[in-house]
Protein backbone atom coordinates (compact mmCIF):
# COMPACT_ATOMS: atom_id res chain seq x y z
CA UNK A 1 0.00 0.00 0.00
CA UNK A 2 1.64 3.03 -0.93
CA UNK A 3 1.35 6.38 1.13
CA UNK A 4 -1.40 7.62 -0.39
CA UNK A 5 -3.78 4.92 -0.25
CA UNK A 6 -2.90 4.92 3.63
CA UNK A 7 -4.11 8.91 3.56
CA UNK A 8 -7.00 8.45 1.48
CA UNK A 9 -8.26 4.97 2.19
CA UNK A 10 -11.59 5.42 0.86
CA UNK A 11 -10.49 7.32 -2.35
CA UNK A 12 -8.41 8.41 -5.61
CA UNK A 13 -8.13 11.24 -7.69
CA UNK A 14 -8.03 10.38 -11.29
CA UNK A 15 -8.94 11.71 -14.70
CA UNK A 16 -12.44 12.60 -15.22
CA UNK A 17 -14.80 13.79 -18.17
CA UNK A 18 -15.12 17.00 -16.05
CA UNK A 19 -10.94 17.25 -15.64
CA UNK A 20 -9.37 15.67 -12.12
CA UNK A 21 -12.10 13.99 -10.10
CA UNK A 22 -12.64 11.86 -6.91
CA UNK A 23 -13.83 8.04 -7.37
CA UNK A 24 -14.47 5.29 -4.65
CA UNK A 25 -11.50 3.25 -4.50
CA UNK A 26 -14.08 0.48 -3.34
CA UNK A 27 -17.89 0.21 -2.48
CA UNK A 28 -19.09 2.59 0.22
CA UNK A 29 -21.48 2.37 2.58
CA UNK A 30 -24.31 5.20 3.55
CA UNK A 31 -22.90 7.92 5.74
CA UNK A 32 -19.29 6.79 5.48
CA UNK A 33 -17.20 9.78 6.07
CA UNK A 34 -14.84 9.84 3.36
CA UNK A 35 -12.08 12.72 3.86
CA UNK A 36 -11.83 16.74 5.27
CA UNK A 37 -12.48 19.70 2.64
CA UNK A 38 -9.73 21.88 3.65
CA UNK A 39 -9.50 25.71 3.24
CA UNK A 40 -9.69 29.32 4.20
CA UNK A 41 -12.99 29.84 5.60
CA UNK A 42 -14.44 33.43 4.95
CA UNK A 43 -17.56 35.06 3.67
CA UNK A 44 -19.22 34.81 0.68
CA UNK A 45 -18.95 38.65 -0.21
CA UNK A 46 -15.39 38.42 0.81
CA UNK A 47 -14.98 34.90 -1.38
CA UNK A 48 -16.34 36.60 -4.80
CA UNK A 49 -14.71 40.05 -4.59
CA UNK A 50 -10.99 38.26 -3.92
CA UNK A 51 -12.34 35.66 -7.15
CA UNK A 52 -13.16 38.63 -8.87
CA UNK A 53 -10.31 40.79 -8.34
CA UNK A 54 -8.27 37.50 -9.78
CA UNK A 55 -6.43 37.05 -6.40
CA UNK A 56 -7.63 33.26 -6.93
CA UNK A 57 -7.40 31.77 -10.71
CA UNK A 58 -11.13 30.08 -11.09
CA UNK A 59 -9.59 27.12 -11.92
CA UNK A 60 -7.42 26.74 -9.15
CA UNK A 61 -9.82 28.25 -6.06
CA UNK A 62 -12.88 25.96 -5.14
CA UNK A 63 -15.69 27.64 -3.31
CA UNK A 64 -17.52 25.28 -1.12
CA UNK A 65 -20.60 26.93 0.37
CA UNK A 66 -21.20 25.94 3.98
CA UNK A 67 -24.70 25.60 5.53
CA UNK A 68 -24.03 28.38 8.04
CA UNK A 69 -23.62 31.38 5.46
CA UNK A 70 -19.95 30.75 5.53
CA UNK A 71 -17.14 29.47 1.94
CA UNK A 72 -14.73 27.23 2.52
CA UNK A 73 -12.26 27.84 -0.52
CA UNK A 74 -9.52 24.81 -1.11
CA UNK A 75 -6.91 26.69 -2.68
CA UNK A 76 -4.75 24.61 -0.64
CA UNK A 77 -2.53 21.80 -2.67
CA UNK A 78 -3.12 19.00 0.21
CA UNK A 79 -6.06 18.78 -0.31
CA UNK A 80 -7.26 16.08 -2.70
CA UNK A 81 -11.17 16.58 -1.61
CA UNK A 82 -11.52 20.04 -3.38
CA UNK A 83 -11.04 17.50 -6.77
CA UNK A 84 -14.76 16.58 -6.14
CA UNK A 85 -16.85 17.47 -8.69
CA UNK A 86 -19.70 19.49 -8.59
CA UNK A 87 -23.58 17.74 -9.25
CA UNK A 88 -26.86 19.20 -8.95
CA UNK A 89 -27.88 15.31 -8.09
CA UNK A 90 -24.71 14.44 -5.59
CA UNK A 91 -24.30 11.17 -4.41
CA UNK A 92 -22.01 12.58 -1.21
CA UNK A 93 -22.82 15.89 1.03
CA UNK A 94 -20.87 18.47 3.43
CA UNK A 95 -21.31 17.59 7.32
CA UNK A 96 -19.79 20.40 9.48
CA UNK A 97 -18.55 19.37 12.86
CA UNK A 98 -16.71 22.16 14.95
CA UNK A 99 -16.28 24.03 12.22
CA UNK A 100 -14.70 21.43 9.82
CA UNK A 101 -15.91 20.40 6.55
CA UNK A 102 -16.19 16.33 6.11
CA UNK A 103 -17.31 14.72 2.65
CA UNK A 104 -19.73 12.04 3.50
CA UNK A 105 -21.87 9.58 1.14
CA UNK A 106 -25.59 9.99 1.28
CA UNK A 107 -26.26 6.60 -0.03
CA UNK A 108 -24.26 3.32 -1.15
CA UNK A 109 -21.59 3.76 -3.75
CA UNK A 110 -20.25 1.48 -5.97
CA UNK A 111 -16.42 0.67 -6.63
CA UNK A 112 -14.64 2.98 -9.03
CA UNK A 113 -17.87 5.58 -9.59
CA UNK A 114 -17.51 9.27 -9.16
CA UNK A 115 -18.15 10.69 -6.08
CA UNK A 116 -20.11 14.43 -6.21
CA UNK A 117 -21.50 16.98 -4.03
CA UNK A 118 -23.35 20.23 -4.22
CA UNK A 119 -20.68 22.87 -4.08
CA UNK A 120 -24.08 25.02 -2.87
CA UNK A 121 -22.95 28.32 -3.43
CA UNK A 122 -24.42 31.21 -2.53
CA UNK A 123 -27.98 31.27 -4.41
CA UNK A 124 -28.99 34.51 -2.51
CA UNK A 125 -26.45 36.55 -3.53
CA UNK A 126 -26.94 39.46 -5.91
CA UNK A 127 -26.83 38.04 -9.78
CA UNK A 128 -23.40 38.84 -10.86
CA UNK A 129 -23.04 37.78 -14.61
CA UNK A 130 -18.76 37.63 -13.82
CA UNK A 131 -19.68 35.14 -11.20
CA UNK A 132 -21.92 33.12 -12.80
CA UNK A 133 -19.57 32.74 -16.24
CA UNK A 134 -17.27 31.39 -13.73
CA UNK A 135 -19.00 28.45 -12.51
CA UNK A 136 -21.46 26.85 -15.33
CA UNK A 137 -22.63 23.62 -14.71
CA UNK A 138 -21.98 20.88 -16.55
CA UNK A 139 -22.63 17.73 -14.51
CA UNK A 140 -25.43 15.97 -16.86
CA UNK A 141 -28.08 15.29 -14.21
CA UNK A 142 -31.67 15.12 -15.06
CA UNK A 143 -32.49 18.42 -13.07
CA UNK A 144 -29.29 20.49 -13.80
CA UNK A 145 -29.11 23.98 -13.13
CA UNK A 146 -27.39 26.13 -15.54
CA UNK A 147 -24.88 27.40 -13.03
CA UNK A 148 -23.28 26.52 -9.60
CA UNK A 149 -24.71 29.38 -7.63
Known amino acids: MTVSERQLPHIIVRPSPRG ?3 FARHALR ?3 RL ?3 K ?4 DWDTAFSRLLAGEWHPGSAFLLGLRDGHVMVGT ?3 NPARWINHSCEPNCEVEVHNSRAFICTRG ?3 AAKELTIDYALAAD ?4 HEVFKMFVCNCGATACRPTIP
Open 30 to 32: AGE
Open 20 to 22: RGV
Open 39 to 42: GERT
Open 76 to 78: WER
Open 108 to 110: PIA
Open 125 to 128: MAPN
Open 35 to 37: IEY
